[in-house]
């Protein structure tokens, strides 16, 4: 199973982007999926993750401004970024298992993981 990440650039404050984690390997459906992110001198920390029926999970701190979705179809799942902050500079990455159906949010549950994307955002 292998996870690319991709979609992070660098945007001004207010802006919005579209990070993209294509699956390969493995039944797509059946992964409990997971963005993280590591901003520079911070733990990882879960941002949203989303079950192999689309029930998502946020975090407190997205507070409407981020949306995770996933297409069963095409093996990806997406996060949508509205109203980037400075404070949401992080390397994102992907995460994913099969163990269960369970949105777990401690890293360590996450069998499998993307290589991470860059997300900077200026003021």
């Known amino acids: 199973v292998q996870l690319q990440a991709s979609g992070g650039g660098s945007v001004q404050a207010g802006g919005s982007l579209r990070l993209s984690c294509v699956v390969s390997?493995?039944?797509?459906?059946?992964?409990?999926m997971a963005w993280y992110r590591q901003a520079p001198g911070k733990d990882r920390e879960l941002v949203a993750g989303?079950?192999?029926?689309?029930?998502?999970l946020y975090k407190d701190f997205v507070k409407g401004r981020f949306t995770i979705s996933r297409d069963n179809r095409n093996n990806t799942m997406y996060l949508k970024i509205y109203s980037l902050k400075p404070d949401d500079t992080a390397v994102y990455y992907c995460?994913?298992?099969?163990?269960?159906?369970?949105?777990?949010?401690?890293?360590?549950?996450?069998?499998?993981w993307g290589q991470g994307t860059q997300v900077t955002v200026s003021s």
């Open positions: 995460a994913a298992h099969s163990r269960d159906n369970t949105l777990y949010t401690r890293q360590t549950e996450y069998t499998y």
């Open positions: 989303i079950s192999g029926g689309g029930s998502p």
């Open positions: 390997g493995g039944s797509f459906s059946s992964f409990v």
